[in-house]
């Protein structure tokens, strides 16, 4: 009997102890869920900003993202939206300018490893042929519509020259972009490395660079003029057929920025990126 009642007791303190656990348990989980309802869901621009943090932290100059890392960043930006980024086509700088229009620039992000910003053009902007040395570039058109006219060097490794020192390049787009679209992405030596974007109506680009410009490190800016081939010379003959020509155009180097781009920076009012590394 002693024994059946000292097991008695010991059982019933085990039943409060585990009730006392499933209440703690209980409380725990309440606490959870109103600090769960507390916290804000991450902004689309935080998660844009942690998907480009994962995506590029291997990455490099010349060294391109792995391919799935490529195709989930794409898709994160298929998805966004002007809204997303506090951007609608009534703003100010999408507006009608007299004279040359401006292009606007609003800087999100930038680390050694990658670069966030909006690129916004009224109605008849140009950004000027340019190029992005060793970087891998997301462009997402948000709203409206753009010209993009694209180039690749024929020869990357050794470049073929005329007899002014333009170089030899392929045209890689010459099209038209309407907003919604799917993301278009440059890399090193392929998929139109150097650009011209032309805004058919206002619009708005959302650039990601990995990694960004960095004069230092040798990835400067370069701008290029553009004469479409007729004639190839001898060492480039053999790279296409003579009905390819208008496919072609000799690239000369600018000399700076070119007078007419305008380029004003502008402060970014959309969701803010929390946190860097």
Known sequence: MRID????K????????????RCCSRKKSKRQQ????????????????????????????GVV????????LRSFLDGMKPADVGLHPNLPFFQDFKGT????????HQCPKFSIGIFCLPQAAVIPLHNHPGMTVFSKLLFGSMHIRSYDWVDSSKQIRSSNGACLAKL??????????????????????????????????L???????????????????????????????????PADNDRY????????KPDDFKVRGEEYKGPKIVGYY
């Open 249 to 256: 155009a000799w690239l000369e180097e600018r000399q700076g």
């Open 65 to 72: 993202p792995l391919p799935g890392d490529v195709g989930r």
């Open 172 to 205: 890689n787009t010459d099209s038209v972009m309407n907003a919604p679209c799917e993301t278009s992405i440059l890399y090193p030596a392929a998929g139109g490395n150097m650009h011209c974007f032309t805004a058919v109506t206002p619009c708005a680009v």
């Open 101 to 108: 229009p401006p292009v606007t620039y609003l800087h999100l």
């Open 5 to 8: 009642g000292e097991l008695a």
């Open 34 to 61: 109103k600090k769960a309802l507390a916290e804000p869901m991450p902004t689309v621009v935080q998660r844009l900003w942690e998907t480009c943090k994962e995506v590029f932290a291997d990455s490099g100059p």
């Open 207 to 241: 650039d990601v660079l990995g990694p960004p410009y960095n004069g230092p490190e040798g990835r400067d800016c370069k701008y290029y003029t553009e004469v479409l081939c007729s004639n190839f010379p001898g060492n480039a003959a053999a790279s296409a057929a």
């Open 10 to 21: 010991q059982k019933g303190s085990g039943e409060v102890a585990k009730e006392k656990n």
